[in-house]
């Protein structure tokens, strides 16, 4: 493939597999979800912000190049603030504009078992693979900045109680292009073989599908429980 | 023990163990090593160099505490290098300095097989390691202020054509002194039991004796050869 093919054959990936398109984020935009069900994943997702550093720090680790390391240790720097408030706490910001409890939420007691197993495959898929499928896992990038722009005018239209918690969004809407473009050129110029280029389409398909068993979870849990308890432990809306 | 006999504890490892008495360092700092001989150190030295943001990045990923993050990354930015040149850069100056090829040293070809293990086993100690031993395991600054000014002033004395590459030298001497701190501050709190202590003793034991075993092969092969000659591909001065 050359450089534009594989940059249509990923765009391909994220049609078919983004998380833009999950019943759970097509209710959401749609101004379906409860209260309890904003809440819920807010919570859910705090466990998702908290690993990307270390997620950024293992991808840090497996490179022998300055270069590298340099540019990506923005992320680190982004979610974990510098002069400003970064990522994390602007998250945190988030779930106390839905009205949770700050150090809940940061305990990440409460969280989905289902949640937690993908968010954790997210850690060892970065830890046991080569820095090459490491970084293409973070290619979703390349979807991020239209979703969160949609999502954006759907929280300030469907939950105004959100208002004051949008800062996270704000600060993505021009990191994550920005973070997708040197990943993508990355994986491009480094994925110089047949082989090499279906890892970097497989690393962006597994990670599809881990951001797309999170909302799966929540769903199954929050939104169509059926039959089944909530297992002990987890968040439960006030209803 | 308390937080000051911990400090003395480490205090006597480090009077103990730490390579300020290396004979190799002793007799570089009296003069006695040639031109090709502190080459060779430079040159092995790089490897080690060349893995400290690699280290660095391994104990970043092992915290899940956005503070200790924040503080930790700073020697990645030191390394690596920011607006500023790194230590990893000022390094290759130093090796320029010394007469040898920046290419030659990056690509580490040239390195003694038991620097490298010595170096490797820095990074096994981090990786396999808890948070608290691998933060310990640079406790070894505690020491390298006071013996990066001796060496500072024996480098000009003996080997001033060494004059144009010690910025390495100088930023360590304040940003060793910075992170010791940082780090036996966190090892001192972290640490709150007989067990945890004697670990953190243990890690930096452990280091200490990385740092001996890199100049015990520096001196084997450069300085005390007996009848072994070097392994094929390894650095030989030219004389």
Redesign the interface.
């Known amino acids: 493939m050359s450089k534009t093919e594989l940059r249509q054959r990923l765009q391909q990936v994220g049609e078919a597999m983004y998380h833009h398109k999950h019943p759970f984020h097509l209710q959401m935009h749609a101004g379906q979800l409860t209260r309890g069900q904003m809440q819920a994943w807010v919570l859910n997702r705090y466990y998702y912000q908290?690993r990307i550093?270390?997620?950024d720090?293992?991808i840090?680790?497996k490179?022998?190049d300055?270069a590298l390391?340099?540019a990506w240790?923005k992320r680190?720097?982004d979610h974990?603030?510098?002069t400003g408030v970064?990522g994390?706490?602007k998250w945190l910001q988030l779930a106390e504009a839905a009205g949770l409890d700050r150090n809940y939420v940061i305990s990440t007691h409460a969280i989905l078992p289902g949640v937690r197993y993908a968010v954790d495959a997210y850690i060892d898929l970065v830890t046991n693979s080569t820095l090459l499928e490491a970084v293409s896992s973070s290619l979703t990038e390349l979807f991020a900045g239209q979703l969160i722009a949609l999502r954006m005018d759907a929280l300030a239209k469907h939950y105004p109680w959100l208002q004051n918690g949008l800062a996270y969004f704000h600060g993505r809407l021009t990191q994550a292009p920005e973070d997708a473009a040197f990943a993508f050129d990355y994986a491009a110029e480094h994925a110089d073989t047949p082989h090499l280029q279906s890892l970097v389409v497989r690393s962006l398909e597994r990670k599809c599908a881990l951001l797309w068993a999170q909302l799966d979870a929540l769903q199954y849990c929050y939104v169509e429980p059926g039959s089944l308890p909530p297992q002990p432990d987890v968040f439960r809306p006030e209803e």
């Open positions: 908290s550093p270390i997620k720090a293992i840090l680790s490179s022998e300055v390391r340099r240790r680190i720097i974990d603030g510098d970064g994390i706490e």
